[in-house]
C-alpha cells in the first residue's frame, strides 16, 4: 500500500517562502510521475507542477513559474515544493500526487495516488 504523506504547510505573509515535502512510502523512481497540485477555497484542484522522478524534468503552471521549484531527495524518498515570492492567490490546500504512467499519458491530472494535503495560507 503506497503512501504519500505532505508537510510544511503554515502561513505566511505575502512574499514568504514555504517548502512543502511530499514523503512517499516507496523510492520516487518507482512512478513516472508525481505532481503537487492545490485546490483555493471556492476554486477547483490545479495542477501546480509535476516531474519525472527518473529524469529529474519538471514544468510548472505559468502562475508559479520563476517562483516554485520542485526537487527531490531520493534517499530519502521525499519530494518537495520550494514556494518563493508567495501571493495571496497562492492560498490553498497542496497535495503531493504520484502515478506509474507518464504525466502526458494522465488526463485532466488525475494522478492514482494521493496524500492527505497541506493548509498553506498567504496572507496580504
Known amino acids: 500500500h503506497v503512501q504519500l504523506v505532505e508537510s510544511g504547510g503554515g502561513s505566511v505573509q505575502a512574499g514568504g517562502s514555504l517548502r512543502l515535502s511530499c514523503a512517499a512510502s516507496?523510492?520516487?523512481?518507482?512512478?513516472?510521475?508525481m505532481g503537487w497540485f492545490r485546490q483555493g477555497p471556492g476554486k477547483e484542484r490545479e495542477g501546480v507542477a509535476n516531474i519525472n522522478p527518473g529524469s529529474g524534468i519538471a514544468n510548472y503552471t505559468d502562475s508559479v513559474q520563476g517562483r516554485f521549484t520542485v526537487s527531490q531527495d531520493k534517499a530519502k524518498k521525499t519530494l518537495y515544493l520550494e514556494m518563493n515570492s508567495l501571493k495571496p492567490e497562492d492560498t490553498a490546500m497542496y497535495y503531493c500526487?504520484?502515478?506509474?504512467?507518464?504525466?502526458?499519458?494522465?488526463?485532466?491530472?488525475?494522478?492514482?495516488?494521493w496524500g492527505q494535503g497541506t493548509q498553506v495560507t498567504v496572507s496580504s
Open positions: 516507496v523510492y520516487l523512481a518507482s512512478f513516472d510521475c
Open positions: 500526487a504520484a502515478d506509474l504512467r507518464a504525466c502526458s499519458r494522465i488526463p485532466k491530472n488525475r494522478l492514482s495516488i
